[in-house]
């Protein structure tokens, strides 16, 4: 295979972690669907919980290690763990660097998941110390910092808020404490968005959404050095048993291969319907990163090269008219996730656990709205007869 050093991104989505089957010569690598691998005729001095060879499938499965070439490549780090989902692998890297003398700064609005692992079980089964706080102001993380802080954890664009923050200064905020600085790239994916050359220590990628993008499997990856990645792999892979089925790996596997066409693609659709959206009376606000209203537009430029598929919306109107509206809707579908080829919303009323960490124009409840891969203009005209039925 060619040189990955010297391939583009575009050629590494379908080449790296490819190649020819020794056994058939077929030219790709076949989905090997075992629990173990055949031990070595010495199995006296195995090391029984080696991440990196093949003895068992929570250790690592070969349909694994291939998916880690790959994704190791495309963020330009030197190795990657891939996981069950993506909250295993959020999970994975806040259990192995946190422990009861630790302290981690994260983003007041995060994924859910993460929300309550920091908010909630880390503080009080393990005495972790946690700041949640606004992410995008640098000097309240200034503030927050103290000698024990371990992590610092930011989502960019942030889930459902897409609030931008700025990796290569908050990268040197943590290293000036020797911190790690931790990112989930999820919404931006390795197309739009370098954390790593930008400074950060780890990426995490909930796989189920854009890297997979087809919504039929679920996975997580960590992506950094090595040896940061080796004590992942040994503390939350082999020993909380996160381990991703070789069928899912193979299936992101696949996926991963369109990633650029499909991240263009969701990235211009996502433009237009922002601004459609923007342009109509009866909406509230939209919350876009490439959008010149978003209050990090000019981070979110620095940083990405186009800005994905997600955006929130509000009507202006009560929790019956979002429900009306989202239940008028013929092609856009109300499911949960994100980055699947259909077009996803959901609303999340006034309730949300954590509202209070919202900007003002979410507290009434908002629409997050994943842009797919349909024709933009189709998208357009389902929103346009939706608000029309809803005499918006
Ligand atoms: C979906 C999501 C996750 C969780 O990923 P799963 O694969 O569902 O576990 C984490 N972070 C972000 C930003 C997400 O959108």
């Known amino acids: 295979m060619a040189n990955k050093t010297k391939i583009s991104f575009r050629t590494q989505c379908i080449h790296t972690g490819n190649g020819i089957d020794k056994e058939t010569g077929a030219i790709r690598r076949p989905l090997t669907m075992a629990n173990s691998y055949r031990l070595p005729e010495d199995s006296s001095t195995l090391d029984w919980s080696d991440p990196n060879q093949l003895v068992y499938t929570r250790n ?5 290690t291939y998916l880690q070439e790959k994704l190791a490549a495309l963020e330009g780090g030197e190795d990657c763990v891939v996981l069950s989902t993506g909250v295993a692998a ?13 302290h981690i700064i994260c983003s007041n609005v995060s994924y859910v998941a993460v929300y309550r692992l920091l908010n909630e079980y880390f503080p009080d089964k393990y005495g972790v110390e946690t700041t949640l706080i606004d992410t995008g102001n640098l000097d309240d993380i200034k503030k927050a910092l103290r000698p024990n802080t371990k992590i610092i954890h930011i989502e960019t664009p942030g889930n459902p808020t897409t609030r931008i923050s700025d990796i290569a200064e908050i990268g040197k905020i943590a290293q000036s404490i020797g911190a790690l600085l931790t990112v989930d790239s999820t919404f931006a994916s390795p197309f739009l968005q370098k954390p790593l050359e930008l400074g950060a220590d780890l990426i995490i990628h909930s796989l189920t959404k854009y890297i997979n993008g087809h919504g039929d499997a ?3 990856a960590v992506i950094g050095r090595k040896e940061l990645i080796d004590q992942i792999k040994r503390q939350a892979m082999v020993n909380l048993g996160g381990a991703i089925s070789p069928f899912n790996a193979w299936l992101i596997m696949r996926g991963v291969v369109t990633l650029p066409l499909r991240m263009k693609q969701h990235s211009e659709s996502a433009m237009k319907v922002a601004q459609f959206l923007e342009g109509h009376p009866s909406v509230d606000f939209v ?6 209203s978003h209050p990090q537009h000019e981070i979110a430029k620095k940083q990405m090269s186009m800005y994905s598929g997600v955006l929130s919306f ?7 008219t979002h429900n009306q509206f ?3 809707l013929e092609l856009i579908v109300p499911a949960v996730s994100i980055g699947h080829d259909e077009s996803l919303i959901v609303y999340t ?4 656990e954590r509202n209070h960490f919202y900007p003002d124009e979410f507290k009434n409840g908002h629409l997050r709205f994943s842009i797919g ?9 389902d929103l346009k007869q939706a608000l029309e039925r809803c005499g918006l």
């Open 373 to 381: 891969l349909e024709e933009a203009d189709d998208i357009i005209a």
């Open 60 to 64: 690592t499965s070969a349909n694994q």
């Open 287 to 292: 919350a876009y990163p490439g959008l010149e």
């Open 326 to 328: 989202v239940n008028s």
């Open 218 to 220: 679920m996975g997580g």
């Open 90 to 102: 959020l999970a994975g890297v806040f259990f192995t660097f946190l422990d009861k003398d630790s």
């Open 349 to 352: 009323g006034p309730n949300d």
């Open 314 to 320: 509000g009507l202006k109107g009560d929790v019956d």
